[in-house]
């Protein structure tokens, strides 16, 4: 079975810049996750989506990030302008449906998308 | 919203010796509560989890334990290998429709030593 696949392992750019991170869930995953992880630092979550509805996005800050999940099956993350601070990993993590109707227990995570902004 | 904490947050023993790292967390609402490795430039890996409805559980050189009472969960991996030496990161899952579905603590760093 094919994991959590993420593009562009590794970007840099200048601050002011734009940028976007791609992410294929696993086939079958209802629910997708994007966490920004800090160097040091425990993944933090940005946005999940279930199909392609936003579940929680309480966390992303609206001002310069955006993230679509136009058809319930891959997503992207954008970030415009990027800031110094937004230098991470952008982690995009997948998990099924349980039988309740909610997002199943076991969430996967990709490679991730490292980001350096100078 | 949920707050997890983790310690330690570097951890250094002698290959075959036990190592332990202790999570704890706020919200008592918090059901689910998995274990993730990191590498060097790789996401994280799922190594074990439990439920809240367990107090245990063991995955051969892996266990966790659940204490629901102070809400506190821990990983314990014995006779360590060098392989082990990596990131680990706890986490807590509240249910939907209470903020954040997982929360990750801010992870150990295991160095296992020759």
């Known amino acids: 079975e094919a994991g959590v696949a993420q593009s562009p392992r590794y970007k840099i750019i200048e601050k002011r810049q734009s940028v976007a991170f791609w992410c294929n869930p696993i086939s079958g995953h209802a629910t997708l996750y994007w966490y920004q992880q800090i160097l040091g630092q425990g993944p933090k979550l940005l946005i999940q989506f279930q199909n392609n509805g936003v579940v929680d996005d309480s966390q992303l800050p609206k001002d310069r990030f955006s993230a679509e999940r136009l058809k319930g099956v891959d997503s992207t993350l954008k970030i415009q302008p990027a800031k110094l601070e937004d230098s991470a990993v952008y982690l995009c993590?997948?998990?099924?449906?349980?039988?309740?109707?909610?997002?199943?227990?076991?969430?996967?995570f990709g490679e991730g998308s490292w980001l350096t902004v100078v | 919203g949920e707050n997890v904490e983790q310690h330690p947050s570097t951890l250094s023993v002698q290959e075959g010796d036990s190592a332990v790292i202790k999570c704890t967390y706020s919200d008592s609402a918090s059901n689910y509560f998995p274990w993730y490795k990191q590498e060097l430039g790789k996401g994280p890996q799922l190594i074990i989890d439990?439920?809240?409805?367990?107090g245990e559980k063991k995955d051969q050189r892996i266990a966790v334990t659940l204490n629901k009472t102070a809400k506190h969960f821990s990983l314990h991996i014995t006779e360590t290998q060098p392989e082990d030496s990596a990131v680990y990161f706890c986490a807590a899952k509240v249910p939907l429709g209470r903020g954040q579905n997982f929360v990750f603590g801010p992870g150990t760093r295991l160095s296992v030593l020759p």
């Open positions: 993590a997948s998990s099924l449906f349980n039988s309740q109707g909610a997002s199943g227990n076991t969430i996967y």
């Open positions: 439990i439920r809240s409805n367990v």
